[in-house]
């Protein structure tokens, strides 16, 4: 038996219990069954109290969270005297942190990728409050990358305005991998740069003592499904500093006086941790990692590549009786440079894009997870789409009172794709079920998309 048959078997006992088909890693892993064990054994055995004071209970919870904190070290191979790790709700959270502390002002330069997840996105709010210049490097359409050449262009030297590059290592919308050394180039150019790792790290080795970005904010339940609610910011401690908090709170702070109206922050990552940290959950990250460590990353990529490698083969197959193709995939047809999330849609017999609502409707009663919508990426579903600047700004100025009514604006085909993405605990059964299910459900079929809801959000 493979050693991913195994985990299967042991860790993940449920999906094959239940028989369901789990193909939405992307949006959270699955905790394999140690962790909540662990969690459940600890928990049931310990006594852990706030960890602010020096009493026994706090005391045990300190230590388990320092224990964790190194243990996210470890796993990014990080040195403790450059990296520092802030433990945040989650990735948003922690790029929130970055976003409301950075010293943005006039003269300041914002660049992001088209390919920004909303919760990158949103830093952007924070820098045009402050007058900085916010630029986006676009997709090319196609395979959904970014030019080098136009991102080298978006990063104009700076020595003296502090400016910011945000990327993400992986697409959350179509896989595709950013190349890291897009981080030395902006440094070099005078950038921070914060490099979202959220999508990337559950299946590829991030190495930092090889690239060094500023900022990188992470949500654990993507990596290893348990805990929920928590994430954090992985930091250089020089970049850390250069940050301006705006406001301070329980926990954050070394001194402050009421009457006095001052406060002096701590000198460290608590800084920036607010109010009481989850810390019967974070003790589950130590655990978390250490077993990623033992299955090792280099196999849980390879494993999770080769899954890749089936479903986009399996779905370019798939065609309709004439021969003409029943999927449009976005984003790179290959592994190269590309992780385990897949994009599509499916084409019904007319050449015309099946509602995705529809294929939501059919893939839950089928008990098939997939994602359907536009995965709070709206960049990179403009440029699948070919949605032009002049179009999105005419359908902004005036107020459509639904999306339905945006979309239609817009002219688009559909309100989103189909996202399948794979994980540690996905087998082939899972990929094969998918493609059987497109087979038997859209062969040779026009489905109308009579019978359904609106579309409340994005
Ligand atoms: C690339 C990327 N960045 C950031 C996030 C935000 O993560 P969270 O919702 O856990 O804060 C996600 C979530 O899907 C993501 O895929």
């Not at 993940?12 to 959270?28: M, P, W």
């Not at 919308?173 to 979202?196: K, M, N, S």
């Not at 009481?276 to 250490?290: C, H, R, S, Y």
Request: with cysteine; aromatic share 8%.
């Amino acid at each position: 038996m493979d050693v991913f048959d195994e985990v299967r078997k042991r860790e993940f006992a449920r999906l094959d219990d239940t028989g369901q088909t789990y193909l939405d890693f992307t949006g959270a892993g699955l905790a394999p069954r140690l962790l909540i064990d662990g969690h459940h054994d600890r928990n049931l055995h310990g006594v852990f109290g706030n960890p602010h004071s020096e009493n026994p209970s706090s005391r045990a919870s300190t230590d388990l969270v320092e224990h964790a904190r190194a243990a996210v070290l470890r796993f990014f191979n990080a040195d403790p005297d450059e990296y520092a790790v802030v433990f945040t709700p989650n990735a948003t959270g922690a790029c929130r942190l970055v976003g409301e502390a950075y010293p943005f002002r006039l003269g300041a330069r914002l660049v992001m990728l088209l390919d920004d997840h909303n919760s990158v996105n949103g830093i952007r709010e924070f820098a045009k409050a402050r007058g900085a210049h916010v630029r986006y490097v676009p997709l090319r359409p196609g395979d959904l990358r970014a030019d080098g050449v136009q991102v080298r262009a978006a990063l104009p030297r700076r020595r003296h305005s502090p400016s910011l590059f945000v990327y993400p290592a992986q697409s959350n919308f179509t896989g595709v991998q950013h190349p890291l050394e897009w981080i030395t180039l902006a440094q070099r150019r005078g950038y921070d740069v914060l490099l979202d790792a959220a999508a990337f790290v559950p299946a590829n080795e991030l190495d930092l003592a090889a690239v060094k970005p500023d900022f990188v904010p992470v949500s654990w339940y993507k990596v290893f499904g348990y805990p929920t609610g928590v994430g954090c910011l992985i930091a250089r401690r020089t970049a850390l500093a250069r940050l301006r908090r705006p406001w301070f709170a329980g926990g954050t702070i070394k001194a402050v006086s009421a009457l006095g109206g001052w406060h002096v922050l701590s000198p460290d990552e608590s800084a920036f941790e607010d109010g009481t940290l989850n810390f019967l959950a974070i003790p589950d990250v130590a655990e978390g990692v250490e077993w990623i460590a033992e299955l090792g990353m280099d196999r849980i990529h390879a494993h999770v590549t080769s899954l890749t490698a089936r479903l986009l083969d399996g779905l370019g197959a798939l065609r309709h009786g004439t021969g003409r193709p029943m999927i449009r995939l976005y984003g790179p047809r290959g592994v190269r440079r590309r992780g385990g999330t897949v994009a599509f849609n499916v084409l019904g017999a007319d050449g015309r894009i099946v509602d995705e609502r529809l294929v939501a409707r059919d893939t839950a009663a089928h008990g098939i997870s997939v994602r359907t919508g536009c995965f709070c990426n709206p960049g990179a579903g403009e440029a699948a789409f070919g949605i032009e600047l002049p179009l999105l700004r005419a359908a902004a100025r005036t107020r459509a009172r639904t999306l339905d009514e945006y979309l239609d604006r817009l002219g688009l085909p559909t309100g989103g794709a189909i996202r399948a993405s794979l994980g540690v605990a996905s087998n082939t059964a899972d990929v094969d079920r998918l493609l059987l299910f497109l087979a038997d459900t859209y062969r040779d079929r026009s489905p109308a998309p009579t019978g359904l809801a609106p579309r409340k959000h994005c």
